[in-house]
């Protein structure tokens, strides 16, 4: 029997085969597409929630380096960085404004958006997460109207040191604090409740006083608005403004203004000029003239870090240092921040 001729049959199978291996390959390499793209989306979505819940921290540790000096916040704010590479925006919208008997309270949005690993085909990945806060002011344990920690010398019977508060707000603290037998005067009287308190020995009263000087000093565990030396000495112009300055080494004060001050060294205070708020002296202070100080001052906190430090001096002239726990409270709203409330976070909020 004689074979029919098959010519032209491997053709065409062998364009089908190559057909089936070009589909095959293409569908391998789209898939392999299609998960490498979609593993780059979740890289960045990742990224976005990083973004949105470092931003979100972030903001509420350096919202005074980042340019918002309200405090407290205002009733809206609006901040935008780039954290890490990942632009972030935080909205803060206030709840509860601050009142004598409750905090303020705020709801904070931090939305990140990461670009980093999505592809083209698809927008920037977003995540927003929140979280409720409170503005909570901070404290400062006033023991005096002058608190020295070294012992405090007075002479002549003219001025005045009060812990009656000058507000007429909170009840009366002492005059003086100072360790045992270190007022050294024999003409005048401070008045408060006592006039004068002494707090055992210089150590006993370093313990005592509740100020961590150490975080302060070698932990910056209060951010200055100003330091110097390095920065210039602020306007004083608007009367709300009580920033943080702290001076590295010694300081005669050269004009007038209000805040909180941190002295390392020894603080001279000369002539008319007045502070309003707190001044925290590492050294001594010496008065001279008919100086004023309406809140606090408390010197020789480098005895808590084992210094001998040498008697503050408040000199003669009529000079005026008054509790006064308003322009206290003033002053610690500059130091103060947004704190978050435990259990509140959320993740995906919606606008």
């Known amino acids: 029997m004689r074979m029919q001729s098959r010519a032209g049959f491997a053709l065409p199978v062998a364009l089908f085969a190559i057909g089936i291996l070009t589909v095959t390959v293409a569908a391998a390499f789209t898939r392999v597409d299609n998960e490498l793209r979609i593993a780059r989306d979740r890289d960045a979505e990742l990224d976005a929630y990083a973004a949105a819940q470092g931003g979100m921290e972030h903001y509420l540790m350096n919202r005074k380096a980042l340019g918002f000096t309200d405090f407290p916040p205002?009733?809206?704010e609006t901040a935008r960085f780039v954290l890490n590479g990942d632009s972030v925006r935080v909205i803060t919208t206030q709840l509860r404004p601050i009142t004598a008997t409750a905090e303020a309270m705020y709801h904070v949005r931090s939305t990140g958006t990461a670009r980093r690993g999505a592809s083209n085909q698809?927008?920037?990945?977003?995540?927003?997460?929140?979280?409720?806060?409170?503005?909570?002011?901070?404290?400062?344990?006033?023991?005096?109207?002058?608190?020295?920690?070294?012992?405090?010398?007075?002479?002549?019977?003219?001025g005045t040191i009060s812990g009656f508060d000058n507000c007429g707000v909170k009840p009366p603290v002492a005059g003086v604090a100072v360790p045992d037998g270190l007022w050294d005067t024999n003409?005048?009287?401070?008045?408060?409740?006592?006039?004068?308190?002494?707090?055992?020995?210089?150590?006993?009263?370093?313990?005592?006083?509740k100020i961590d000087w150490d975080a302060i000093i070698n932990g910056n565990a209060i951010q200055p608005d100003y330091t110097i030396p390095g920065d210039s000495w602020p306007s004083f112009a608007d009367p709300d403004f009580f920033p943080v300055i702290r001076y590295n080494g010694n300081l005669?004060?050269?004009?007038?203004?209000?805040?909180?001050?941190?002295?390392?060294?020894?603080?001279?205070?000369?002539?008319?000029?007045?502070?309003e708020g707190i001044i925290l002296v590492g050294g001594s202070v010496t008065s001279n003239?008919?100086?004023?100080?309406?809140?606090?001052?408390?010197?020789?906190?480098?005895e808590k870090l084992g210094d001998n430090?040498?008697?503050?001096?408040?000199?003669?002239?009529?000079?005026?240092?008054?509790?006064?726990?308003?322009?206290?409270?003033?002053?610690?709203?500059?130091?103060?921040?947004?704190?978050?409330?435990?259990?509140?976070?959320?993740?995906?909020w919606t606008w």
């Not at 003409?187 to 006083?209: D, H, I, R």
């Not at 050269?254 to 002539?271: C, D, E, M």
């Not at 003239?289 to 480098?302: A, D, K, P, Y």
């Open 309 to 348: 430090v040498a008697e503050s001096d408040a000199g003669n002239g009529t000079k005026t240092y008054v509790y006064d726990s308003c322009k206290i409270d003033k002053a610690l709203a500059r130091i103060s921040a947004l704190r978050v409330v435990p259990g509140t976070w959320s993740d995906n």
């Open 252 to 275: 005669s004060l050269a004009s007038p203004g209000r805040g909180t001050l941190i002295v390392t060294g020894n603080f001279t205070v000369s002539g008319s000029k007045y502070w």
């Open 289 to 302: 003239g008919n100086n004023t100080v309406e809140g606090t001052v408390i010197s020789g906190l480098n």
């Open 74 to 76: 205002p009733p809206a």
């Open 187 to 209: 003409t005048f009287t401070p008045t408060g409740s006592p006039g004068v308190l002494e707090m055992g020995t210089k150590a006993q009263m370093a313990n005592a006083v």
């Open 122 to 158: 698809t927008p920037p990945a977003e995540r927003t997460v929140s979280q409720y806060a409170v503005f909570r002011l901070e404290s400062l344990s006033v023991n005096a109207a002058w608190t020295s920690l070294s012992g405090l010398e007075k002479n002549g019977k003219s």
